[in-house]
């Protein structure tokens, strides 16, 4: 045991063969070493080689003895991650592997995989974002069958015919309540790419007027500008489409970038979705308390 004489605070002189101090550290070492040939005679081979002229072995020279005879750990290559793939090269992979393994084999697989993952989801957290949904929708449902009483300018564009139920306020109640850890969920993309999005429709329809022309280039400088801020925003997109084939919406001029998307999913949509994720919050903590040792729980991916 070596490594207890170098826990001595004094310095300890021994020679190779016999140890001159007779601290309890250097008995121990004494004691592994004489009995052991190898040792003894590996010890006075590295004392040789490190011309050592006194015939003493001082904790320096038992440091750089032990260091030296230690073999080395071998160490292991850095590993990188896998690059994330493109959707057409994962479908590239796809098909290159039904080639070689058949078709229904790989169908098989890839079903497998994904049923695996879903397996790790916890059900209740899974209804409770289906509750979350539902009650959502409903009341977006309710405000715009009440919404031409709204004071103001608000209920004038309802009168006319603006209906809250816009398909851009489902993508966002999925991503919402299925993936609210989504890089494209994050407060910036709503707000962010919400301006862009509506900002880019505005320009274009005051330049160019409605048409397939401004309808294309709308979306690409939405687009752009969305990549240039970090903000990307999928449910802009749809913002777009449907303000193109509005007659009600272009009316409203911009006032548009502010209502009736971005007003009621501030108002209506984040609450729900943050009261959901506070109960599902809840659920992972007193699943956690009762299955204390369980890792099942504790590979489960939040939905």
């Given at each position: 045991d070596m490594s207890s004489l170098f826990k001595c605070t004094r310095t300890t002189q021994a020679c190779t063969g016999t140890f001159q101090s007779a601290h309890p550290s250097c008995q121990r070492l004494r004691s592994c070493l004489l009995p052991c040939p190898a040792s003894r005679d590996a010890l006075k081979e590295q004392l040789l080689l490190h011309a050592d002229t006194d015939g003493k072995l001082s904790i320096e020279q038992a440091?750089?003895?032990?260091?030296?005879?230690?073999?080395?750990?071998?160490?292991?290559?850095?590993t990188t991650p896998p690059p994330n793939r493109t959707w057409d090269q994962g479908l590239a992979a796809g098909v290159k592997q039904a080639q070689t393994s058949g078709l229904l084999q790989?169908?098989?697989?890839?079903?497998?995989?994904?049923?695996?993952?879903a397996k790790l989801v916890s059900k209740r957290q899974t209804l409770v974002a289906m509750l979350g949904m539902f009650i959502a929708v409903y009341a977006l449902g309710s405000v715009s069958k009440l919404s031409a009483q709204l004071p103001?300018?608000?209920?004038?564009?309802?009168?006319k015919g603006l209906n809250l139920m816009l398909g851009s306020f489902g993508?966002?109640?999925?991503?919402?309540?299925?993936?609210?850890?989504?890089e494209v969920i994050r407060f910036w993309n709503l707000i962010v790419g919400h301006f862009m999005a509506v900002g880019?429709?505005?320009l274009v329809h005051a330049v160019l007027g409605p048409g397939v022309h401004s309808r294309a280039l709308a979306m690409a400088l939405a687009l752009g500008a969305m990549v240039a801020t970090d903000s990307?925003?999928?449910?802009?997109?749809a913002l777009i489409l449907l303000a193109e084939d509005s007659s009600i919406i272009q009316?409203?001029?911009?006032?548009?970038?502010?209502y009736p998307s971005l007003t009621w999913t501030i108002l209506l949509l984040l609450p729900c979705a943050w009261a959901v994720n506070k109960c599902k919050q809840h659920l992972a903590l007193s699943k956690s308390a009762a299955d204390a040792g369980g890792d099942s729980w504790q590979r489960a991916k939040l939905v």
């Open positions: 440091l750089q003895c032990m260091a030296d005879s230690t073999p080395p750990i071998p160490s292991k290559p850095p790989t169908l098989t697989q890839v079903t497998q995989s994904h049923l695996s993952v103001g300018l608000m209920g004038t564009w309802h009168l993508t966002i109640c999925v991503m919402l309540f299925a993936r609210p850890d989504g880019a429709f505005i990307v925003h999928p449910p802009g997109g009316s409203m001029g911009s006032s548009f970038v502010f």
